[in-house]
């Protein structure tokens, strides 16, 4: 299989000779809202248009509806007619934006070929998840592609042990950005895995490769590529099993 990440949570699979669309998030860069009152989000802007992430593209997966996951330039680029599978309660929004192929994933569901299994999540813990609402990531199974789970916009929690434990993935794809939300007090809570949390799941799946990303596309996050690979070296994680691709960047993967 390949994995092109685009930017942020958006990727395009090359899987099962299909290829998938993750969180479409297509916005000009410093067009929209800031998060952490540093900059206009998008950071950087996207590395391919969004006329050439489409094309092919015959599956959309939501892990949730935050606008940088799903923004209104996507929903107005992507055809409405494309299949998109998300997590229950969600559907009505999106059929809202025009979309008539939306499919809730209770538990499983199957696609030209691909088990796709939904997984649980914590958009942050606490008063915070309050906040976030729920997410969900998601488990690609085919026979002879290598079994794949998406973590989603969550924190290192049990769900995520569980879902590694079960479904032993060959790659982990781990939003790793360290995005940080306000809460009561001037405190701030971690919302999604960290650089420390990217590592510990290294380390509980120590055969599968993990490729982190979520890095560097919003200004809450507070940690940059160059952060994930000092806490990897510093913890010794193997080069080849750490992969933390640029945007843009094409990841080849395969079996363990």
């Known amino acids: ?5 685009i930017r942020n949570a958006t990727m395009i699979l090359s899987y099962a ?3 998938v669309l993750t969180d479409p998030y297509f916005a000009a860069k410093f067009s929209g809202e800031s998060f952490a009152g540093k900059s206009p989000n ?3 802007a996207l590395p391919i248009p969004p006329d050439q992430i489409m ?3 015959g599956l959309v997966i939501l892990s949730h509806l935050h606008s940088d996951h799903f923004d209104d330039s996507a929903q107005k680029a992507l055809p409405k007619n494309l299949p998109v599978l ?18 809730p994933v209770d538990d499983a569901v199957d696609w030209n070929g691909i088990h796709i299994s939904r997984a649980g999540g914590h958009h942050g813990l ?3 998840e309050i906040e976030m609402d729920g997410v969900s ?3 690609l199974s085919a026979p002879g592609e290598p079994t794949l789970y998406w973590t989603g916009d969550t924190v290192l929690c049990d769900e995520v042990r569980a879902v590694i434990d079960r479904f032993k993935p060959d790659v982990i794809v781990t939003h790793s950005s360290g995005a940080v939300w306000p ?8 919302i999604v895995m960290d650089a420390a949390q990217t590592v510990e799941v290294c380390q509980l799946a120590p055969h599968s490769t993990v490729v982190a990303i979520h890095f560097e596309s919003l200004d809450h996050c507070t940690i940059s590529r160059a952060d994930m690979r000092a806490a990897a070296a510093e913890a010794r994680i193997p080069l080849e099993q750490l992969r933390i691709p640029a945007d843009g960047e094409v990841v080849e993967l395969s079996l363990n």
Request: with cysteine; aromatic share 4%.
């Open 55 to 57: 094309r092919g593209v």
């Open 17 to 19: 000779g299909q290829r």
């Open 126 to 128: 606490g008063e915070v």
């Open 137 to 139: 990531g998601f488990v």
């Open 1 to 5: 299989m390949q994995l092109q990440l």
């Open 183 to 190: 809460i009561d007090g001037g405190q701030k809570a971690l």
């Open 42 to 44: 998008p950071m950087v």
């Open 86 to 103: 998300c997590q229950p309660g969600d559907e009505d929004s999106i059929r809202e934006a025009g979309f008539t192929d939306v499919r």
